[in-house]
């Protein structure tokens, strides 16, 4: 009886189009980074609907309710911890995810313009990032904002829609709240749509050494692998939501510049303390540099050891970027915007 | 199938050195966060009854210190050569407190329940490791 009650549901939902033949060693942790990190975006957008309902986004009460949530209400702390530290496994996630499409060349033929489906989906996480550290509004997030215009301002009229020019009267905060619960949400969701759908279309790409056809599974045994890595990440953001509280600050004193920014952000700091326009020219280097990379790299070889130079730029691009995060944590702010 | 018990072990190290040491700021410490909780409730920022003054917006809006045409005609939070002096005038400098991670006290509301969710995604984790559906 059960059998039939699974297989009726299955036939009314249309499951059973889910049970097509994919590639074995999806089943892998490497291959499995980018469901982790859409987990963790799950889990994101659950418990920021939650906490919405108690932020209020206006500069004057907007800390105030973020204070009044994590002191005063049953399991605000727990939820405000699980947002944050969702935030915080995901950037690690995706960033793992992006160094193995790197690794295995799953960049190439025929698949980049997934790569650049990926690139934007980048660019969507780090303004959500920004924009969710902004709108506490603590000190932390008065001086991220005051970078973010002070590089606005700059761009001329391109920066005008960013700034408080473009609607005169109205709170940066409250827009800057709009697009992060609104506008970045949506066009992320309909990235990751198109993201899954090349994926499904070019099949996942193969493992770059392999010289026999792959061995394949049905696509319902890698739904059960992301279900139980789905549910670690989880765990794992449950566990430091318990143990770790996220920063807050009181409101901000308007003026100074004593904070850094969150670790997703401070190789910029640091970048910025050898030379302020590094705000202005780094960001579309390296977007450039990453858009670049499919049609820079053209050959068909996948295999790592046979692409010596793609790997020593990996290499000194990660030991760039960790050096950078660590000498802006532990370096002192020798300028001023 | 035994690397799959050091998954969330090797995330979860991960995870916390990337907390150790992180540094925001905040204006309080835990005990005027333990006084402040008890006003807190008192002042509810969800008042039902009357209508709260209008005080003047110091962050941002019609009154923003990053807008070019300061609308509300305000003085800036920081004038140059008005701060306060000190018995020797020298200016008093707005000191800014460094925030950083902190242990959440077992006092927190809801805390055993928080525990109990953890508890479960654990388990839930630990079983679908032993046995997974359809594999």
Redesign the interface.
């Known amino acids: 009886m059960a059998k039939s009650v699974t297989e009726t549901i299955k036939e009314r939902l249309g499951l059973q189009l889910l049970e097509y033949d994919i590639e074995e060693h999806a089943n892998s ?1 490497r291959y499995s980074l980018g469901g982790m990190t859409l987990t963790s975006f799950v889990v994101l957008v659950i418990t920021g609907i939650l906490l919405a309902q108690f932020f ?1 986004p206006d ?4 800390n ?2 973020v ?2 949530l994590v ?8 939820l405000r ?1 699980v947002h944050f ?1 969702a935030a ?2 995901l950037t ?1 996630t995706l960033l793992l995810h992006m160094v193995r499409v790197f690794f295995t060349a799953s960049y190439k033929k025929p698949r980049e313009v997934n790569w650049l489906v990926g690139v934007g989906l980048l660019l969507l996480m780090t303004s959500l990032i920004f924009t969710g550290t902004v709108i506490k ?4 997030a ?1 001086e991220a ?2 970078h973010f ?1 002070w590089v606005a301002e700059r761009l001329g009229p391109l920066g005008v829609p960013l ?3 473009f609607a ?2 109205v ?3 409250t827009r800057l709240y709009m697009a992060h619960i609104s506008l970045l949400p949506l066009i992320t969701i309909l990235l990751l749509g198109l993201h899954l759908f090349y994926i499904k279309y070019h099949r996942l790409s193969p493992l770059p050494q392999a010289s026999e056809p792959p061995k394949v599974m ?1 696509f ?2 890698h ?3 992301l ?3 789905g ?6 953001i ?19 510049e ?3 920014p ?2 997703q952000f401070v190789w910029i700091y640091a970048l910025e303390n050898l030379w302020v326009p590094f705000l202005i020219v780094a960001p579309p280097i390296i977007v450039l540099a990453l858009i670049a990379v499919p049609f820079v790299d053209r050959s068909e070889e996948r295999y790592w050891k046979q692409r010596p130079l793609a790997m020593a730029i990996l290499a000194l691009t990660l030991i760039l970027f960790i050096g950078l995060v660590l000498w802006g ?1 532990f370096t002192t702010m020798t300028h001023s915007m | 199938m035994n690397r799959k018990f050091l ?2 072990p090797a ?2 190290v ?3 050195a ?2 150790v ?8 410490d835990k005990k005027e ?1 333990a006084e ?2 008890a006003p ?2 008192q002042e509810s ?1 969800y008042g039902t009854g009357e209508t709260p003054e209008a ?1 003047e ?6 009154g ?6 300061d ?1 509300s005609g305000k003085e ?3 004038p140059d050569g008005d701060l306060p002096e000190a018995e020797h005038g020298e200016p008093i400098m ?1 000191q ?9 006290p077992p006092s ?3 805390y055993g ?3 109990g ?2 508890v479960l ?2 388990l ?2 630990g079983l ?2 032993l046995k ?4």
């Not at chain 1, 549910?231 to 794992?236: F, P, S, W, Y």
């Not at chain 2, 923003?64 to 045409?69: A, I, K």
């Open positions: 942790l209020v500069p004057e009460r907007a105030q309710s204070h009044y002191d005063q209400v049953y399991l605000g702390w727990f911890g530290w915080d496994v690690v509004w603590d000190q932390e008065y904002l005051a215009l700034t408080e020019e005169q009267g709170p940066l905060l049905k319902t045994r739904i059960a692998y279900q139980w890595s549910v670690g990440i989880v765990t794992l449950c566990v430091l939501a318990l143990l770790i509280q996220p920063p807050l600050g009181d409101k901000p004193v308007l003026g100074l004593v904070t850094k969150p670790w944590k | 998954y969330l995330f979860l991960l995870s916390l990337l907390a040491g992180t540094e925001a700021h905040v204006g309080h966060a402040s909780e807190a409730a920022i005080s917006p110091e962050g941002l809006g019609s923003s210190p990053f807008s070019r045409t609308l800036p939070a920081l707005p800014v407190k460094i925030a950083q991670h902190s242990m959440n927190r509301k809801g329940v928080a525990v969710i953890t995604s654990g839930g984790f679908l490791t997974r559906p359809r594999d």
